[in-house]
Every structure is written in structure tokens, then in C-alpha cells.
């Protein structure tokens, strides 16, 4: 699976940004697929995931009620719509596939390049 990412971006607090991520190769639908990210001096952590059939998504914490994670299989792509964003959320986001979505701790198969998000204050 090859996984290409793009969206990123310099935005105010408060303000929005979406992200994608395109999935090619092997079959999409046999994939969970999501996002990490990893701020600067932090490791990589959880953002969210999503199954194929877009019926079961999970977040962080830190993220509910601002990102929202979908999927369009017919186009093999998954994007997180960022509204609200804070200053703690810049880092650098990277797209997955593969792990179990309902595990404890999920982990990724595959990973795309990254992608910067910077929200100023």
C-alpha cells in the first residue's frame, strides 16, 4: 500500500484545515486507515482511525468534537476535517493503514509521508 498525503498547512487558531490521504496498490477495503502525528519533541501519537466501511471511527481525546475522520472508498481516500484548532495541535500528521481499530493500541501497517499543520496563536 502506498499512501499519499496532502493538506497541511499554516492556519490561525480557531480556524479549519482538511487533510487527505490517497491510497494506492494493494486493496483499499481490507484497511483501516487514519492519522498521527507527531509534534515537535513528542513522539508520534493517535489521532484518528476509521474502517473501511466508514461505520466504526475512533479519536483521541484531545481531538472529539473537533475532527472528524471519513473515508471514500470509491476514490480509496480518507481525510480528517480539522475545525477549531489550537495552537497544541501543530505537528507533523501522517497518514496509516493496517492495525486493529478496536485495539488497545493501534498499530499501522503502512504509513504515509507526513504533512505539516502549524495553527498560530
Known amino acids: 500500500v502506498q499512501l499519499q498525503a496532502c493538506g497541511g498547512g499554516l492556519v490561525q487558531a480557531g480556524g479549519s484545515l482538511r487533510l487527505s490521504c490517497t491510497a494506492s496498490?494493494?486493496?483499499?477495503?481490507?484497511?483501516?486507515m487514519g492519522w498521527f502525528r507527531q509534534a515537535p519533541g513528542k513522539e508520534r501519537e493517535f489521532v484518528a482511525a476509521?474502517?473501511?466501511?466508514?461505520?466504526?471511527?475512533r479519536y483521541t481525546n484531545s481531538v472529539k468534537g473537533r475532527f472528524t475522520i471519513s473515508t471514500d472508498n470509491a476514490k480509496n481516500t480518507v481525510d480528517l476535517q480539522m475545525n477549531s484548532l489550537k495552537p497544541e495541535d501543530t505537528a507533523v500528521y501522517y497518514c496509516?493503514?493496517?492495525?486493529?481499530?478496536?485495539?488497545?493500541?493501534?498499530?499501522?501497517?503502512?504509513w504515509g509521508q507526513g504533512t505539516l499543520v502549524t495553527v498560530s496563536s
Open positions: 496509516f493503514s493496517g492495525g486493529n481499530i478496536v485495539a488497545e493500541t493501534i498499530r499501522p501497517q503502512y
Open positions: 496498490g494493494r486493496t483499499f477495503g481490507a484497511y483501516v
Open positions: 476509521i474502517n473501511w466501511s466508514g461505520s466504526y471511527r
